[in-house]
């Protein structure tokens, strides 16, 4: 699994065999079929792959890999079929500045909540935020984000992020409007509102949340829609989509996600401004 980044194995007809050993190595040849998943997806691989053993060091110092791989459509990644080659050699080095004691003297081993958090800032730069491990970015446009949330293999919700236009400090929509503009929007979707609240995030933006139930394909849904603002007038807007079956399984998870959201100049980001640009 962790070779071919897998989740999960559910055919495994690989064999490793000695080719040729000397006093300093061993070569070892490897070939066979894999089938398993990764993110709910079905995928089958064929791998051919080489490694040396060194026998000195006690570890494999070369490796080298073709992967045919053919998987199926899944929840965040399109079908593919596709030939993949890999080669990595591990080279011993005399000192390192990273790898002294003084340097590791004050790094955590135990893995925390924190540290397992991935950042998404928006194309265009603006803003930022952390999640889980769980959602995974699938549109990533200059005014537009899209990310699913995968909980072993299964998706149980959608997020769109939108930036929205700059408005004059003072002049954003109250809590009553962004209700009346949700339920113009979701139109005969529309059943009834499950809550509605404002307040601030860890950044201390204001942050208008709004939950609605209604009908979609024919199958019961459940939106929860934030506007979260800072006093600069920047905007975005969240809008989660979880069927009704999967409410329970998203728990806090758009709060988590929304919680985190903190607005940035465009340069923090790594981007150019529109006046750079020019």
């Known amino acids: 699994t962790a070779l071919l980044c897998l989740d999960q194995i559910d055919k495994c007809e690989v064999k490793s065999e000695l080719e040729t050993l000397s006093d300093n190595s061993a070569l070892m040849v490897m070939n066979g079929h894999v089938e ?22 006690g570890r494999i110092d070369w490796f080298g890999l073709l992967v045919k791989e053919d998987s199926d459509i899944g929840h965040v990644n399109t079908g593919m079929e596709l030939v993949a080659r890999v080669q990595m050699q591990i080279k ?16 955590t081993l135990e893995a925390s909540d924190e540290m397992n958090q991935l950042v998404h800032r928006a194309p265009a730069g603006g803003w930022e935020l952390s999640h889980d491990r769980r959602w995974f970015v699938t549109v990533n446009e200059r005014a537009r984000s899209v990310l699913r949330m995968v909980d072993r293999g ?17 002049k954003q929509i109250i809590l009553e409007q962004f209700q009346n503009d949700i339920k113009e929007a979701l139109g005969d979707n529309f059943e009834e509102f499950i809550s509605a609240s404002q307040h601030a995030n860890e950044s201390n933006c204001r942050v208008l949340r709004v939950e609605a139930s209604g009908m979609s394909s024919e199958l019961p849904v459940q939106w929860i829609y934030y506007l979260i603002a800072d006093e600069q007038g920047h905007q975005v807007t969240f809008t989660f989509t979880v069927e009704k079956t999967n409410v329970e399984r998203l728990a806090n998870a758009d ?10 100049e465009p340069e923090v980001a790594g981007l150019e401004t529109e006046k750079t640009k020019h």
């Open 154 to 170: 299964d998706l149980i919700a959608q997020c769109n992020i939108t930036t929205l236009a700059k408005v004059e400090p003072g």
């Open 255 to 264: 709060r988590a996600v929304v919680e985190t959201l903190r607005f940035i």
């Open 92 to 107: 011993p080095v005399t000192s390192s500045p990273h790898l002294t004691d003084t340097a590791l003297e004050d790094l």
């Open 36 to 57: 398993g998943a990764i993110s709910g997806v079905s995928t089958r691989k064929q791998i051919k792959a080489k490694y040396r053993f060194n026998r000195h060091t």
